[in-house]
């Protein structure tokens, strides 16, 4: 299984909106509706943000959304906090109790 | 609290094993599917293997089918992965994480750290 393709890098300043794209294939992203988005800051473990591709777990800020479309599944952060700057990770099931995760894209909060 | 913790990690000669347990506390760990995921520091997470609450269905990443075995024991709350046949490039952080019900992951470990190196 390939790993779903993000961008290396995205950055927006404090209370703006940055998306975060990540592609995969009708084996994965297109073919379930179990997309799901990690945030991970430096030297921790990653945090559940975004799982069925838009919904968020108890805990998590609405400025935290998700969507999808075909193969491609996206994550928007609004209003950037300075806590936000982190790395993010998409992540898709894809058949067969196998799991397919992202490269990781580096958010910075300008 | 709910938390998940991970042990077992080492350094371990090319060709070795190693087994790692996984104890989960704070919830009921019977009605949760699990998985290993191993990250290389300053990469992304890689999908190692993934077992059903009942164990009746597993998943293994391409690359270590055959080499890897993963299991649980209910009663003690545990989750395993055998390893075996240990390369290089099986250096990594190795969590294991609870499936959320959405077959997504809401509760990590910290890790436990696999080299293997001559």
Redesign the interface.
């Known amino acids: 299984?390939s790993?779903l393709t993000?961008p290396p890098s995205a950055s927006g300043s404090a209370g703006q909106s940055v998306t975060i794209s990540c592609t995969g294939t009708g084996s994965d992203i297109g073919g379930?509706q179990?997309v799901?988005w990690?945030q991970q800051h430096p030297a921790k473990?990653?945090?559940?943000l975004?799982?069925?591709v838009s919904?968020r777990?108890s805990g998590v800020p609405g400025r935290f959304f998700g969507s999808k479309s075909g193969n491609t599944a996206s994550l928007t952060v609004s209003g950037l906090q300075a806590d936000d700057e982190a790395d993010y990770?998409c992540?898709s099931?894809a058949g067969?109790?196998?799991?397919?995760?992202?490269?990781?894209t580096k958010l910075t909060v300008l | 609290e709910v938390q998940l913790v991970e042990s077992g990690g080492g350094v371990v000669r090319p060709g070795g094993s190693l087994r790692l347990s996984c104890v989960g506390s704070g919830f009921r760990f019977d009605e949760y599917g699990m998985?290993w995921?191993r990250q290389v520091p300053g990469?992304?997470?890689?999908?190692v293997s993934?077992?059903?609450w009942n164990g009746d269905?597993?998943?293994?990443?391409?690359s270590v089918k055959g080499r890897f075995t993963i299991s649980r024991d209910n009663a003690k709350n545990a989750l395993y992965l055998e390893m075996s046949t240990l390369r290089a490039e099986d250096t990594a952080l190795y969590?294991c994480?609870r499936d959320?019900g959405?077959?997504?992951?809401?509760v990590?470990?910290?890790?436990t750290m696999v080299s293997v190196s001559s």
């Open positions: 299984q790993a993000q379930y179990y799901s990690y473990a990653p945090r559940l975004i799982y069925e919904q777990p990770y992540s099931y067969s109790d196998i799991w397919v995760f992202g490269g990781g | 998985i995921v990469k992304g997470p890689e999908f993934a077992i059903r269905n597993i998943g293994y990443e391409e969590y994480a959320a959405g077959l997504a992951f809401d990590w470990g910290h890790g």
